[in-house]
């Protein structure tokens, strides 16, 4: 019997979560069960992914800088990546902007929508706005101190420092680059071998992974239901439909129309094929709403699937998963827009050229973690003069727009990983031949 591919099981634990949640709300289920039996289930397969995300990012980086000698091809290489994920960021922000002034969804929303949406989630903003109290008392110049982590186990500890650790990681891999072979290779050696016994966990963790989406998405369903009628779920949901919209049509936008653009010019690879070979990590970054917890399975795409050598995806990806976000670019362009239209305040074209130089930066070093984006558009309603109080506007449907957008995210670091290894011939001839376009 021929076995059924990955990502037809995590479609069919996608549905059967989906058709679980439908009936457990219809025929009135206690959600208790679904909180204590069905979703530590979810959680535990995502804190699997989670859990080898930090190990492999920091090898993977040592092992990807380590196998380019040639310090002038790592500056190269490292120069084309910051170069395309700066342009997508910009291009990506800019679509959401643009989307959202011709769309305009914030002028649908009405008065009562709005004030109950800001009486139902003021708590929650000030849970982000305390946040971001933390972050600008902290000095100008703070995001240069916390490149540097004072203890490199606390942040291998967390995923919230990722950035710490793509940034010691490159200083580890070209300080190998510095000593002799006979001390570094040793060194090389063992993060190699921890590099394949962390892929080796990952394919058996993804053997659970139809399982884990069934029980994260019915639990999410269920949780965002509360207990409720879909009746009222749905209410909810209409009233910010142009706005779930507006997002979606800018993320899709961005997939099957921006990237097939970039990758048209600068690689062979077929994009339909390049959409079908990421169809695992894309429905992982669906579920979990964690670039990060989607990243071994992203890498496992890149490498085996589109033929991208180890050493450009061992370089690319890890950095993507910390500075590259065009999905939450998409998001915040739409986002702060939209805020700002249903609060009555006109943005000016300085002021939107202020939200474009903040996003682009903000993006980097956003945690690839669910909800990750929601402290740094807080940061940018700061800056812009918006009240934080808006963001009430956009909390309800953020937790099904994260799935949307961190799809895009990842999509758009496995292009940027094809596009770099085209230009410097680091493709796979036997791997990539059946990808290649006819024309």
């Not at 009486?119 to 903003?125: A, F, N, P």
């Not at 190699?192 to 989406?213: S, T, Y």
């Not at 609060?343 to 990750?372: C, D, F, H, R, Y």
């Not at 496995?414 to 596009?419: I, R, T």
């Amino acid at each position: 019997m021929k076995k059924i591919e990955l990502h037809i099981q995590i479609l069919i634990g996608l549905v059967l979560g989906l058709s679980f949640a439908i009936v457990s709300i219809k025929l009135g289920w206690p959600v208790s069960f679904t909180i204590n039996y069905i979703k530590p289930v979810g959680t535990l397969f995502l804190n699997s992914l989670k859990m080898v995300a930090i190990p492999l990012v920091f090898a993977s980086l040592i092992i990807g800088i380590t196998s380019i000698e040639d310090t002038t091809k790592l500056s190269r290489i490292g120069g084309k990546t910051f170069f395309i994920y700066t342009v997508t960021t910009i291009i990506a922000v800019l679509l959401g902007l643009g989307i959202a002034n011709l769309v305009r969804p914030g002028e649908v929303i009405s008065t009562q929508t709005r004030d109950a949406l800001l009486r139902l989630y003021g708590v929650q903003v000030e849970q982000h706005a305390g946040s971001l109290k933390q972050i600008t008392t902290s000095g100008p110049l703070q995001f240069l101190v916390d490149l540097v982590p004072e203890n490199l186990f606390q942040a291998l500890g967390s995923n919230l420092n990722l950035l710490q650790v793509v940034v010691v990681a490159t200083m580890l891999g070209i300080a190998l680059l510095k000593i002799p072979v006979r001390k570094s290779k040793p060194v090389i050696l063992f993060f190699e071998g921890l590099n394949e016994a962390i892929i080796e966990l990952v394919r058996f963790i993804m053997k659970l992974a139809p399982v884990g989406v069934f029980a994260l998405v019915s639990s999410l369903l269920i949780e965002i239901a509360g207990g409720s009628n879909t009746h009222e779920v749905f209410e909810i949901l209409y009233a910010l439909l142009w706005y779930v919209a507006t997002v979606i049509i800018g993320l899709a936008v961005m997939t099957l129309v921006i990237y097939p653009i970039i990758m048209r010019f600068f690689s062979n690879t077929s994009y339909f094929t390049f959409l079908k070979e990421m169809r695992p990590a894309q429905l992982i970054a669906f579920t979990t709403s964690s670039s990060s917890a989607a990243l071994p399975v992203t890498m496992e795409c890149v490498e085996k699937h589109l033929g991208v050598s180890e050493e450009i995806s061992s370089f690319v990806l890890p950095l993507g998963a910390t500075v590259n976000m065009d999905g939450t670019a998409v998001y915040q362009g739409v986002a702060i827009v939209f805020i700002a239209q249903a609060l009555g305040i006109k943005l000016s074209i300085e002021t939107q050229l202020m939200i474009i130089a903040n996003v682009a930066i903000s993006s980097i070093g956003v945690a690839g973690v669910p909800g990750g984006a929601m402290v740094t558009t807080t940061m940018i309603l700061h800056a812009i003069g918006i009240p934080g109080i808006g963001l009430a506007l956009i909390l309800a449907p953020d937790r099904i727009l994260d799935m949307c957008r961190t799809v895009t995210n990842i999509t758009g670091d496995a292009v940027v990983a094809v596009v770099v290894a085209s230009t410097e011939g680091e493709l796979t001839s036997d791997t990539n031949k059946h990808i290649t376009r006819k024309d």
